[in-house]
């Protein structure tokens, strides 16, 4: 697997950040819970695990900043982390393997979980020399560039954190079209084509971890308003919570037809 260092990056810092919420609640210490969380991974080195253990606990004591903030001001920490994302025996596959098999640990015991599922943007747009971006908005004529993630966060009914079920970093193709183009392009485009079926690849994969006799429940936004993600949500037994952006007809439990309008825009989820 070709190695990119800035999505392993992305990765460990997603990890950290919703691993420090739980740590903060049942152990009060991230160091300790770094190790216990990937203390399975094998690179195939050592010296690269160490090197994991002190770099993911150092992103950890400041998760909101860059690399060379976290590593205290200090250039060789920082260089011996970026050499350490740019290592190709380092796959962002491996890191998250790890991490969700930990999860699907916590899962167990628990009769309901929640999916949270959202989209991040990742704004780069003042990184001219960065390879590999795409457009995540545009703003007068002009695509602002950057990565889209796409992440799947378990938490309990009482809003304990217990990781990542799913994890998506990537670009989007910058086009030049008017509305109506793109609209005419996506009714002709196939789900797998779209860049929604992330919804839906990310349900399967949070599924698969969920124990026998957990109920899942998946929770989106209006982008989430997918009839497709329905019925895929039907046929694995699983709930969903979405807000809806179309008119929608359904069935309520008297068996009558009823109409589901979008609520208010001014009105947050």
């Known amino acids: 697997m070709k190695n990119d260092s800035g999505e392993i990056e992305l990765l460990v810092e997603s990890i950290v950040k919703s691993g420090?919420?739980?740590m903060k609640t049942v152990t009060g210490n991230g160091n300790e819970w770094i190790r216990e969380e990937f203390h399975q991974i094998d690179f195939g080195d050592k010296r690269l695990?160490?090197?994991?253990?002190?770099?993911?606990?150092?992103?950890?004591?400041?998760?909101?900043?860059?690399?060379?903030?976290?590593?205290?001001?200090?250039?060789?920490?920082a260089k011996g982390a970026y050499r350490f994302f740019s290592n190709e025996r380092v796959s962002e596959s491996?890191?998250?393997?790890?991490?969700?098999?930990?999860t699907q640990k916590r899962l167990e015991g628990h009769s309901l979980?929640?999916?949270?599922?959202?989209?991040?943007?990742?704004?780069?747009?003042?990184?001219?020399?960065?390879?590999?971006?795409?457009?995540?908005?545009k703003a007068y004529h002009k695509?602002?560039?950057?990565?889209?993630?796409?992440?799947?966060?378990?938490?309990?009914?009482?809003?304990?954190?217990?990781?990542?079920?799913?994890l998506k970093c990537g670009s989007r193709v910058s086009r030049e079209e008017t509305p109506q183009e793109k609209q005419r392009r996506l009714y002709q485009s196939t789900m797998k084509e779209k860049e929604s079926i992330k919804?839906?690849?990310?349900?399967?994969?949070?599924?698969?971890?969920?124990?026998?006799?957990?109920?899942?429940?998946?929770?989106?936004?209006?982008?989430?308003?997918?009839?497709e993600l329905f019925r895929?949500?039907?046929?694995?037994?699983?709930?969903?919570?979405?807000?809806?952006?179309?008119d929608r007809k359904f069935i309520d439990e008297k068996g009558k037809k009823q109409r589901c309008?979008?609520?208010?825009?001014?009105?947050r989820f």
């Open 94 to 102: 491996a890191l998250f393997r790890t991490h969700c098999v930990q």
């Open 113 to 137: 979980v929640f999916s949270l599922q959202d989209r991040s943007e990742l704004n780069f747009d003042s990184h001219k020399k960065t390879e590999g971006l795409g457009s995540i908005s």
């Open 199 to 227: 919804w839906i690849e990310t349900l399967y994969e949070t599924a698969a971890l969920i124990p026998k006799d957990t109920c899942l429940i998946t929770l989106g936004d209006r982008e989430a308003d997918i009839f």
């Open 143 to 166: 695509h602002k560039m950057g990565l889209m993630l796409h992440a799947s966060l378990m938490v309990t009914q009482e809003g304990l954190p217990l990781g990542l079920s799913s």
């Open 49 to 77: 695990k160490e090197r994991f253990f002190e770099t993911a606990g150092l992103l950890s004591s400041k998760a909101s900043g860059s690399i060379y903030p976290s590593c205290h001001g200090s250039w060789s920490q």
């Open 20 to 22: 420090n919420r739980h």
């Open 261 to 267: 309008k979008p609520p208010c825009q001014r009105r």
């Open 232 to 246: 895929v949500a039907s046929s694995l037994k699983t709930f969903f919570i979405i807000r809806n952006r179309k």
